[in-house]
């Protein structure tokens, strides 16, 4: 019934196995990728034609996790899986941009690529295993793919790359870096990195590429065994429309790239396209839509021309130099941290806001619950590039460009207990002409320097650009989007003084060799360099205090077995710190406690009041305390947050009182002093030797009074030990002998007497 195919290696110390045939029949190509105990089925469907009048190629990538995968039920309302989770976008971003550029020109039928998580074994992440499923399914499906691609991740720990590590290795490490490639050469780099130098990084690229040559080697052995017949694609020359358009507009283009306006610029160039449409009017609307794609390529080869002939980039810049910087912070008055960063034509307005634990993300995935205090959004509307456009949910672009800049900014962030704050950096860009996502990261890493983060350096970053010809090639720094548009290579890079945090590359072209890597990253750093002493001269380093609308949070650290203590019976003792203190308070499992609020002094109330339950009183101090409840001989008062003492009524004033409550009323503040704690843990409190305004020790003016005498053992009710007072009947010395009649008449207890008759005089211990 089934044809299976199946191949198999060692790979990073698991087994890689590539199979098909038995699932997804149907599809143009399906491979069934496992790797250890981890499964993903990735299917490949084409469109045979192409619609009437299209003229882009319609390459769906789709990633998704199955939560039965790990044994999970999806958390929340809706026990399904629904839209795209963040890391599914991210993930199909990751597979789309390697096998993108390995598709001929010219072909425009429609591919849908669907990956989907079957199985997870929770060590390695099923990214870089979707990313071979897919290569694998495109190879022997038959459509013109000019692959295979390999994927692999790398590490870095203890100064030693590792292939693939699990998760806990790779989030301890220094690196997490992503990488695709053919056979000969790298396509697409993905990454985070704590600070590492540039040879470090290029040796992890090599590293990579080396290991993803074996993966490709599988991919053509499975295909060997069961790739469908290749397609016959018809690709027309259009080099006559080309020369044509040349003569035609050839001048106005070149003098429109002429112009280092963006504005102007733009209006030349679409005078020019205006231009060639009306030559081609008369024409079929097949040769219409060839000649305008033509227009495209028309400009690419005059600009790229251009570069690599004499270095003449678009604006005029040398290819190494970055366009003027203008940054400022405390742009914005109620936000808790705002920058404002404009490099050339690119601006970005990034604000940072400061929360407590309870704003911290939640994200609910194959691994389990997971929770994130730093988070950045990055948005951008269509009137950043002068258009009309769709305004609305992140795009898949959108969420890309914020992880990038969320990875470029996370290696310098504080620790949580160094800083107990949740971070969310919002990135609005307002102008765009090349690299908003590295305008992010300068106006991130400034905005939060605003706000009093302690990063541990500033962050800068810069996109590189490639232009290839052959074996000719010039890398440039800080790209226009031009340049980036008819350009070879989108190379990002970010970090800091001592090294780089992220870097991401795209290539449009067969893949790039290593000494155009090494070209780019060398001068890329250059220009990080020059680009953080444009930061300096706004903000060179984090405030020191934070905004005055900026939440406060005090941590507090207590023993573990007090923790009870704090929280109460149901919770009834931390619910009436927070809604009498009005601070917001937060207990771990650790005894580690988080005390916020933008009022300080509320702050300051709960800290003692959580200092008053876990110290322990002290004899001869004076505390603040609260009449709690009021008795015939005294009050007892409430201090040190959760203890209780007695005032007894001859402890209120010098003088003789009464009643306690000519003194004090429940729920007056008082001022007290410890006079004793007994074995048992009672406290007895005075007012009197407290001076109730300022809390001072008064002199004790009143005589002291007799010791008085033990009370003997009272152990033994039957016989008190002694004669304790002049009996009424004239004899009352001891309780074994005759006690004479009851004053009511009544019998004795040894005579039948009920015991609840009693006199209250004869139970007192007293």
């Not at 995935?365 to 730093?374: K, M, P, Q, R, W």
């Not at 983060?453 to 800068?460: C, F, G, I, K, Q």
């Amino acid at each position: 019934m089934f044809d299976v195919k199946t191949v198999s290696m060692e790979w990073g110390g698991k087994t890689l196995t590539l199979e098909t045939g038995r699932i997804a029949r149907q599809a143009d190509g399906a491979v069934l990728a496992t790797y250890g105990e981890t499964v993903v089925l990735c299917a490949v469907t084409a469109a045979k034609s192409v619609k009437e009048g299209q003229d882009f190629f319609p390459l769906t990538v789709h990633y998704q996790e199955k939560f039965f995968a790990a044994g999970r039920i999806p958390g929340g309302f809706f026990k399904r899986e629904r839209g795209a989770t963040e890391k599914e976008t991210l993930v199909s971003r990751l597979i789309d941009r390697p096998v993108r550029p390995l598709f001929p020109e010219g072909f425009y039928n429609e591919i849908n690529v669907i990956a989907q998580v079957l199985s997870y074994d929770g060590e390695i992440e099923p990214d870089v295993l979707a990313m071979i499923a897919a290569s694998a399914a495109l190879t022997i499906s038959g459509v013109p793919f000019m692959g295979p691609i390999g994927g692999c991740r790398v590490g870095y720990v203890d100064g030693e790359y590792t292939l693939n590590p699990r998760q806990d290795v790779a989030a301890a490490g220094a690196l997490d870096l992503v990488v695709a490639a053919t056979g000969n050469a790298v396509m697409m780099v993905e990454s985070q990195a704590r600070e590492l130098s540039e040879e470090i990084m290029l040796g992890a690229v090599m590293f990579a590429h080396d290991e993803c040559r074996k993966v490709v080697n599988l991919i053509i052995d499975l295909a060997e065994k069961a790739a469908k017949e290749p397609w016959d694609v018809a690709i027309s020359d259009n080099t006559a429309i080309k020369d044509k358009l040349k003569k035609l507009i050839g001048k106005d283009i070149a003098a429109a790239y002429k112009l280092t306006d963006k504005s102007e610029r733009s209006n030349a160039l679409n005078a020019a396209r205006a231009k060639a449409k009306e030559a081609f009017a008369s024409e079929d609307a097949q040769t219409q839509m060839v000649a305008m794609k033509s227009v495209k390529k028309v400009e690419g080869d005059i600009v790229r021309g251009a570069i690599l002939k004499d270095g003449t980039r678009i604006d005029g810049r040398k290819v190494n130099q970055v366009r003027p910087i203008e940054a400022m912070v405390g742009l914005l008055p109620r936000t808790h941290g705002s920058s404002l960063f404009t490099r050339g034509e690119t601006q970005a307005i990034c604000t940072t806001t400061l929360g407590t634990k309870d704003s911290e993300q939640m994200i609910d995935g194959l691994e389990g619950l997971s929770y994130s205090n730093f988070m950045l959004h990055y948005n951008f509307p269509p009137y950043s590039v002068g258009e009309v456009g769709r305004f609305g949910a992140p795009s898949r672009r959108d969420t890309g460009h914020g992880k990038l800049a969320w990875r470029a900014l996370q290696a310098v962030l504080p620790s949580k207990e160094e800083f107990p704050y949740t971070i969310r950096v919002v990135s609005d860009i307002t102008e765009s002409n090349g690299s908003s996502s590295m305008a992010t990261v300068c106006g991130g890493a400034l905005s939060m320097m605003d706000a009093g983060v302690p990063l541990a350096r500033p962050v800068s970053g810069i996109a590189m650009g490639l232009i290839l010809e052959g074996d000719k090639f010039t890398v440039l720094s800080d790209i226009l989007g031009d340049e980036d548009h008819l350009g070879d290579m989108d190379f990002k890079v970010a970090g800091t003084s001592e090294g780089i945090t992220t870097m991401q590359m795209d290539i449009k072209v067969a893949g790039i060799t290593k000494e155009i890597f090494s070209a780019a990253l060398n001068q890329a750093k250059e220009g990080r360099a020059h680009i953080l002493g444009e930061m300096t001269k706004a903000l060179g380093s984090a405030r020191t205090e934070l905004s005055a609308h900026a939440p406060r949070i005090e941590t507090l650290q207590i023993d573990k077995s007090k923790i009870r203590d704090i929280i109460g019976t149901g919770g009834k003792v931390i619910r009436e710190i927070v809604a009498t203190t009005g601070a917001k308070v937060d207990i771990d499992d650790e005894g580690l406690i988080k005390i916020s609020s933008s009022d300080l002094t509320q702050i300051e109330a709960a800290r003692q009041w959580i200092l008053g339950i876990v110290e322990e009183a002290e004899v001869g101090k004076v505390y603040d305390g609260k009449v709690v409840t009021i008795v015939d001989f005294g009050a007892f008062v409430n201090f040190m947050g959760g203890k209780d003492g007695l005032v007894h009524v001859s402890e209120m004033r010098n003088e003789r009182v009464e009643k306690p409550t000519d003194v004090v009323s429940e729920g007056q503040a008082v001022k007290v002093k410890v006079l004793e704690i007994d074995p048992r843990g009672k406290v007895r409190l005075s007012m009197r030797v407290v001076d109730q305004e300022t809390g001072a020790e008064l002199e004790d003016t009143r005589p002291a009074r007799e010791p008085r005498e033990p009370r003997g053992d009272r152990g033994d009710r039957g016989d008190r030990g002694g004669d304790r007072r002049p009996r009424r009947d004239g004899d009352r010395g001891g309780r074994g002998g005759d006690r004479g009649p009851r004053r009511d008449g009544g019998p004795r207890r040894e005579e039948g007497g009920n015991p609840d008759h009693i006199p209250a005089f004869l139970k007192s211990d007293d």
